[in-house]
């Protein structure tokens, strides 16, 4: 045998034993690694605004992460683990399901995705089940009714010792809706609107109310934390098996505003919960999705996805979002 003839065959059976020895995780390591990439660009793109990700396969146990290790402004995604924290307080029998909650005209809170407690109340006090209230803020984001809650098991700080617990570290909720609302609108402190504000000093207040926001640490969540949020849930080490799926069915009724859900195809579901800030001169603090789509086959896929400072018109987020519902769900796709 020529050298050159040896030299061929020696190749050959490396590039077979190289071949052999691509494991089925390896080969997994190429769509991973692509998704990874076209998510940083998408990052990139969405610049001056900053975009966190985290997307975890629960079937082959990877995690893609961008920019999530920074805590974001949750708004509206703060529910999802506050209904998580009511639910395992009727696995613990302390509250029920069909437990009526007082409501009074002053602690109606404006905002829902669509029009629920605020805008049908009537009196100056109205009473609601646990359930309609589970319903109201978490399918609807209705502002009176998540913090009717939070009120009811005894506060923000509950729901996280309850984050806690489980071992969630990177998620914090501190306060209600209308306590929110009061330091965009910068009274957080016992100021009052004057009753003849110029819009000139409206602005004003609002730009400080704004900014407070943006630095303050409260309220945030990582992306990471609020993927391990949802893999404990859906994997049933949060609640009982009834309050798994009741909060899953909830997530699933959330169907308004479109986000994640416009970029995924056909014939999957979809459990999420998502989170929004008001615009300001052409900034948007929050607009956030997080959830857990899953194919016909069971196969489960996580995404939390976070966008703070954006400078982006609603369009263009919304695209963006899809955009990223639709890498995820391609690079996922159930076999």
Known sequence: MSNRTRAFVCNALNLCIALFLVTPAMAAK????????????????????????????????????????????????????????????????????????????????????????????????????????????VSESDNTAVDALMRFIGGPHVVTQFLRRHGINGMRVDRGEGDISRVLEDTANGQTIPAHETDEAALARQRRGYRAYLADPRDRSTPDAAADLLAKLWSGQLLSANSTRRLLDLMYGQTIPVRLRAGL???????????????????????????????????????????????ADKKSRDALFAEIGKDVSDTSAAP
């Open 30 to 137: 190429a769509p991973e690694a692509g998704l990874q990439q076209t998510l940083a660009q998408l990052a990139d793109k969405a610049r001056p605004g900053v975009l966190g990700i985290t997307v975890v396969d629960v079937d082959a146990h990877t995690r893609i992460r961008i920019n999530a290790d920074r805590a974001y402004p949750m708004m509206s995604v703060f529910k999802a683990p506050v209904a998580a924290a009511v639910l395992a307080q009727v696995d613990a029998g302390r509250i029920s399901l069909k437990q009526e909650v007082t409501i009074t005209r002053a602690e109606v809170v404006d905002g829902a995705a669509v029009p629920s407690i605020g805008a049908h109340f009537s009196g100056e006090r109205m009473r609601f089940t646990v359930d309609q209230l589970l319903t109201a803020a």
């Open 265 to 311: 195809p056909t014939g999957v579901r979809f459990a999420d919960k998502c989170g929004t800030s008001y615009s300001l001169e052409g900034q948007t603090a929050a607009y956030n999705d997080i959830g857990i789509i899953t194919w016909p086959n069971g196969h489960a896929v996580i995404v939390a996805a976070f966008l703070t400072g954006s400078k």
